[in-house]
T-cell receptor, first 111, second 113 residues
Framework: DAKTTQPNSMESNEEEPVHLPCNHS???????IHWYRQLPSQGPEYVIHGLTSNVNNRMASLAIAEDRKSSTLILHRATLRDAAVYYCILRDVGTGNQFYFGTGTSLTVIP | DAGVTQSPTHLIKTRGQQVTLRCSPI?????VSWYQQVLGQGPQFIFQYYEKEERGRGNFPDRFSARQFPNYSSELNVNALLLGDSALYLC????????????FGPGTRLTVL
């Protein structure tokens, strides 16, 4: 199974941009990169995903390194509601689209 | 539309007992996956089902089993419970036209004493 590594925790000031890094050095050509977040006492929720190119949606941006061995989730203006555990996940298209979660980064947003 | 629902919300069992957890996917979603989340860790993949067939299995012992019904709901069974099985069990459903987004339920909190 492909693995991801993330910092255990990060802090950000409210309304500041946040860059959450993820390393996935063993990524294969058929792995999609997904980001999910989990708020306290809830199931994970989708944030964004990509394959090779940078991606933007209403929640965040995803920057993928040219060699695909790392990626960065960018929250453009952190709010208190963004405080959560953020998971970087590889979806293995080649063996059935299963999701393999890492340990996640706990984001604290400081007012 | 209702999201993914799971039952029960909480459950307390003793070692050696058996437990059945239930999941109803979002209407129109034919794929269901189960995850185990131990406190302080990320979710770990247990099973994936599509059209009532097992499509993937994570690194879990045979004490864990699951099935999917014709209405696409699913059950996760765990036999001979161990203390280490205490965890949040998450169910996620996917519209198989696109596996890009899994929709997670709130989970079932299992405590084994």
């Amino acid at each position: 199974d492909a693995k991801t590594t993330q910092p255990n925790s990060m802090e950000s000031n409210e309304e500041e941009p946040v860059h959450l890094p993820c390393n996935h050095s063993t990524i294969s050509g058929t792995d999609y990169i997904h980001w999910y977040r989990q708020l306290p006492s809830q199931g994970p929720e989708y944030v964004i995903h990509g394959l090779t190119s940078n991606v933007n949606n209403r929640m965040a941006s995803l920057a993928i390194a040219e060699d695909r061995k790392s990626s960065t989730l960018i929250l453009h203006r952190a709010t208190l509601r963004d405080a959560a555990v953020y998971y970087c996940i590889l979806r293995d298209v080649g063996t059935g689209n299963q999701f393999y979660f890492g340990t996640g980064t706990s984001l604290t947003v400081i007012p | 539309d209702a999201g993914v629902t799971q039952s029960p919300t909480h459950l307390i069992k003793t070692r050696g007992q058996q437990v059945t957890l239930r999941c109803s996917p979002i209407s129109g979603h034919k794929s269901v996956s189960w995850y185990q989340q131990v406190l302080g860790q990320g979710p770990q993949f247990i099973f994936q089902y599509y059209e009532k067939e097992e499509r993937g299995r994570g690194n879990f012992p045979d004490r864990f089993s699951a099935r999917q019904f014709p209405n696409y709901s699913s059950e996760l069974n765990v036999n001979a419970l161990l203390l280490g099985d205490s965890a949040l069990y998450l169910c996620a459903s996917t519209w198989t036209g696109s596996y890009n987004e899994q929709f997670f339920g709130p989970g079932t909190r299992l405590t084994v004493l």
